[in-house]
Each structure stands twice: as structure tokens, then as C-alpha cells.
């Protein structure tokens, strides 16, 4: 579904990554546009086999520039998200094909708003041991390694810093995604090799869903 010619296009994009060489090539870049919207439209279809997806969106290949000392006008990707339907369902799915075995698939909260940091860091302070049952299942390991983040660099206000589960508590982000060489991606398999691995964070999601649709007594709060 993705061809070479597509990771072909990014990786001249990159080298020449001006206004006046995109223009030359913008044929190119919309064949390489409409096969990524393929492997979009797939992946959301096989996802509602087994989830509910509210919406699929492509990102933009123009780069805001506006506060970046890059003034590099496109971006080196196609990468697309999908939305989980309701407020039960909580976590994103995200895809983005880049050549030189930069394609990852994964998910999870990239930006977490400021009530559901809180609430997932009161979680972790309790108890942790969900979190880490699914993030040492083989099957997560396997696809993804490990759970990824940024960390902060002291406990966050009202937390001890001494705390055994503040490796947890400090995370200001919670995600996981799985690379995948440029062979991996051309190649037949690469569809379904991308719906296994949303597959496969499926755990995190519906754990994370419980954790922010209730309170600290497992009382619903939707």
C-alpha cells in the first residue's frame, strides 16, 4: 500500500526541502498523499472491527515555522491520528511513515490535559501495579519495548519525592510506538502489521479509559 516511490519523495523532500523544489514535485507529493489516505481509510476500518473510531485525521505536511529556529517549510513525514469515540474510550492512535526506518505506530497521551495528568499521577500514587502488569506483558514488550515519555525532573507539586512509584508519578507523558524499517513498510504485510500493533497498546487504552472515566473509589464519573 506504501511504495517506495512514497519514501523515495520524502527523502528527496528532506534534501531539498524548499518551496520552489515542493512546487516542482507536487504531483509526487499527492501520489504519495493519496496512498498514505489509503493506508488511513484501511487501518480506521479494521480498528472499528474491535474499537470505536470517532475520526481520522491527516496532519498537514506544512511545518509551523512561526517559533522554530528551523525554517524548513515541510515536514520529512506522512503521519496521520485516530480519535477513540466518547469520553469512555480514552488514547489516540498515530501512524507516520518516514523513510530511513523512521516510521512508527503506536498511541497514547502526548499531551495529557492538566485534570487528566493529575488524576492518572493520583492513580500511580496508589498503585501501580496495572501499569506495570501491561507494560511487561511479552506481547506490549515485544511491539513496543518499553512505555515512552518525558519525565519531570523533581515530583510534581504535592507529591513526594520519595515516593517508590514516583518514576511513574513524574511522567508528564505516556506513549509507545514501534519502528519499522523502510523494507517493512513497502512491503505487503505492512497494513496489517500496523493494526497489530494498535492491537497490541489496546491494554494501556482500555486501562487508561478506566482510570479517567472515575474516581479514586472506582466511582464513575461520566
Given at each position: 500500500?506504501?511504495?517506495?516511490?512514497?519514501?523515495?519523495?520524502?527523502?528527496?523532500?528532506?534534501?531539498?526541502?524548499?518551496?520552489?523544489w515542493?512546487?516542482?514535485?507536487?504531483k509526487?507529493?499527492?501520489?504519495a498523499?493519496?496512498?498514505?489516505?489509503?493506508?488511513?481509510?484501511?487501518?480506521?476500518?479494521?480498528?472499528?472491527l474491535?474499537?470505536v473510531?470517532?475520526?481520522?485525521?491527516?496532519?498537514?505536511?506544512?511545518?509551523d515555522?512561526?517559533f522554530?529556529k528551523?525554517k524548513?517549510p515541510?515536514?520529512?513525514n506522512?503521519?496521520?491520528?485516530?480519535?477513540?469515540?466518547t469520553a469512555?474510550?480514552?488514547?489516540?492512535?498515530?501512524?507516520?511513515?518516514?523513510?530511513?526506518?523512521?516510521?512508527i505506530?503506536?498511541?497514547?497521551?502526548?499531551?495529557?490535559?492538566?485534570e487528566?495528568?493529575?488524576?492518572?499521577?493520583?492513580e500511580?500514587?496508589?498503585?501501580?501495579?496495572?501499569?506495570e502488569k501491561?507494560?511487561a506483558?511479552k506481547?506490549f514488550?515485544?511491539?513496543?519495548?518499553?512505555?515512552?515519555?518525558?519525565?519531570?525532573?523533581s515530583?510534581?507539586?504535592?507529591f513526594?519525592?520519595?515516593h517508590?512509584?514516583?518514576?511513574?508519578?513524574?511522567?508528564?507523558?505516556l506513549?509507545?510506538?514501534?519502528?519499522?524499517?523502510?523494507?517493512?513498510?513497502?512491503?505487503?504485510s505492512?497494513?496489517?502489521?500496523?493494526?497489530?500493533?494498535?492491537?497490541?497498546?489496546?491494554p494501556f487504552?482500555?486501562?487508561?479509559?478506566d482510570?479517567?472515566?472515575?474516581?479514586?473509589?472506582?466511582?464513575?464519573?461520566?
Amino acid at each position: 500500500m506504501i511504495n517506495r516511490a512514497t519514501l523515495d519523495f520524502l527523502r528527496e523532500l528532506r534534501k531539498h526541502n524548499t518551496r520552489e523544489w515542493f512546487a516542482e514535485h507536487k504531483k509526487d507529493y499527492e501520489m504519495a498523499r493519496k496512498e498514505f489516505s489509503k493506508l488511513i481509510d484501511v487501518s480506521a476500518d479494521e480498528l472499528n472491527l474491535t474499537d470505536v473510531i470517532e475520526s481520522k485525521k491527516i496532519f498537514r505536511i506544512n511545518r509551523d515555522v512561526r517559533f522554530s529556529k528551523d525554517k524548513s517549510p515541510y515536514k520529512n513525514n506522512l503521519s496521520g491520528f485516530f480519535t477513540r469515540a466518547t469520553a469512555a474510550r480514552r488514547g489516540g492512535y498515530f501512524l507516520s511513515v518516514e523513510p530511513e526506518g523512521k516510521t512508527i505506530v503506536g498511541g497514547g497521551f502526548y499531551a495529557p490535559e492538566k485534570e487528566d495528568l493529575l488524576r492518572i499521577r493520583k492513580e500511580f500514587e496508589m498503585d501501580t501495579t496495572e501499569i506495570e502488569k501491561i507494560t511487561a506483558d511479552k506481547n506490549f514488550v515485544n511491539h513496543f519495548g518499553k512505555m515512552r515519555g518525558e519525565f519531570l525532573k523533581s515530583a510534581p507539586r504535592d507529591f513526594d519525592k520519595e515516593h517508590p512509584n514516583i518514576k511513574w508519578i513524574n511522567m508528564k507523558q505516556l506513549y509507545a510506538f514501534r519502528e519499522f524499517t523502510d523494507d517493512e513498510v513497502i512491503a505487503e504485510s505492512f497494513p496489517k502489521e500496523v493494526i497489530r500493533t494498535f492491537l497490541a497498546i489496546r491494554p494501556f487504552f482500555d486501562y487508561m479509559s478506566d482510570v479517567l472515566t472515575t474516581d479514586l473509589n472506582g466511582e464513575s464519573i461520566l
